[in-house]
């Protein structure tokens, strides 16, 4: 039996659900802040557990971090943000 794809699940709900659409759209920026630290954290080549490390927590606490399950403060972004080698710039944009 093929192995189904999140990607591809996503793409078709994206493409046939609207109101799974709307939703997804709702947290956009909350992905997208997602997707940034862990690109952030794989460009620098750390583990969870690494970056837990360096941030002075306990590895499940990057880990509810990076799955979007927790609201973390500016300061902890910008704990996160050094302990890969990065820093947090926001930007206000014309909605």
Known sequence: ?????????????????????????????EFALIAAMLDARQKAGLTQAQVA????????VVAK???GRSNVSFGTL????AATGCKVKVEFVQA
């Open 1 to 29: 039996m093929p192995r189904i794809k999140a990607r591809d699940l996503h793409a078709k709900a994206m493409r046939d659900d609207p109101e799974y659409r709307r939703e997804y759209e709702a947290l956009e920026e």
């Open 53 to 60: 490390e360096r941030m002075g927590v306990k590895q499940p």
């Open 65 to 67: 971090i990076e799955g």
């Open 78 to 81: 910008k704990r996160y943000a």
